[in-house]
Structures are given as structure tokens and as C-alpha cells.
């Protein structure tokens, strides 16, 4: 078995490199805090603007606006599917 030896910057380094990807993972796993302006909100969803406005207006899709940007909470975006969710006929 090998020994390696770390000078204290570069454990202080490693240990700040790890916190950093432990803070990232947990932002990840966390959807609430992920926001989706509208041009990506299209593109994931594969629809058009007219049809997203049209989702907004029936209440379809909660958003929130900021002057002329658009926002989506990640989580409103699985809620809408989940809701939509049709199980296979076949079992």
C-alpha cells in the first residue's frame, strides 16, 4: 500500500474541491430551487411559445415573471407531467 503525502494547501485544496461537488450534487438533487426561463421551459418541453402562452393563460403551468422574462420552477414542470401521467394499458 502506498503513502502519499498532501502539503497542507493542497489538503486544504482537496477539501474545498470535495465541499464544492458536495454543494453541487445537493443543489442538483434539490428541483425546488431550479428555475427554467421560457426558451428552455420550450425546448424541454418541445412545444412552441404560442402554446406556452396558451398553458399560462389557462393556468396550466404556474410561472413567475420578472418585467419580460418568464420563469418556471422545475418542480411545476414534473408536477404538470406527473398530473398528465397515463399508466400502459398492458400489464
Known amino acids: ?3 502519499v503525502i498532501l ?23 434539490n428541483s425546488e430551487n431550479i ?6 421551459f420550450l425546448q424541454l418541453m418541445n412545444i412552441s411559445k404560442r402554446t406556452a ?3 399560462r393563460d389557462e393556468g396550466i403551468i404556474s410561472f413567475s415573471q ?12 414534473k408536477k404538470l407531467l406527473d398530473t398528465n401521467y397515463k ?5
Open 7 to 29: 502539503t497542507a494547501e493542497q489538503y486544504d485544496d482537496l477539501v474545498k474541491r470535495m465541499e464544492d461537488i458536495k454543494s453541487a450534487v445537493s443543489q442538483k438533487q
Open 35 to 40: 428555475f427554467l426561463d421560457n426558451q428552455q
Open 66 to 77: 420578472v418585467g419580460s422574462k418568464i420563469y418556471y420552477r422545475m418542480s411545476d414542470v
Open 1 to 3: 500500500m502506498e503513502a
Open 87 to 91: 399508466p400502459s394499458f398492458k400489464k
Open 53 to 55: 402562452q396558451s398553458w
